[in-house]
Nanobody
C-alpha cells in the first residue's frame, strides 16, 4: 500500500519559516519525481516545486528564492523548507509522487501564516 504522509504544518507569523516533510512508503522512492503543491481556500491546487529522481529541482516564480525542495532517498522523504512566509502562503500543502505510470498524493498539511 502506497502512503505519503505530510507533516510540519502549523501556524507561523509573517516572515517566519516552516519545514514540511513528506514520508513515503510502498514505492521505490528514489525512482519517483516528487512535487509539492498547495491549495488555498476557494482556489485551485497549484504546483510549487519539483525535485526529480536525479535531484534537479524546479520552482514556480511565486516561491523561488523563498522555498527549497530537497529529498533524502535513504529516508524516503521529501522536504519543503519555507522561509519569509507571507499571509498569501496560507494553504493546505500536499506532496505528490510521480513516475512514468503512477501518481500518488498525500493527505495534506495545513499552513497558516498570520500575526
Amino acid at each position: 500500500q502506497v502512503q505519503l504522509v505530510e507533516s510540519g504544518g502549523g501556524l507561523v507569523q509573517p516572515g517566519g519559516s516552516l519545514r514540511l516533510s513528506c514520508a513515503a512508503s510502498g514505492i521505490v522512492f528514489r525512482l519517483y519525481r516528487m512535487d509539492w503543491y498547495r491549495q488555498a481556500p476557494g482556489k485551485q491546487r497549484e504546483l510549487l516545486a519539483i525535485i526529480g529522481s536525479d535531484g534537479i529541482s524546479f520552482y514556480v516564480d511565486s516561491v523561488k528564492g523563498r522555498f527549497t525542495i530537497s529529498r533524502d532517498n535513504a529516508e524516503r522523504t521529501v522536504y519543503l523548507q519555507m522561509n519569509s512566509l507571507k499571509p498569501e502562503d496560507t494553504a493546505v500543502y500536499f506532496c505528490k509522487a510521480e513516475s512514468q505510470y503512477y501518481a500518488y498524493w498525500g493527505q495534506g498539511t495545513q499552513v497558516k501564516v498570520s500575526s
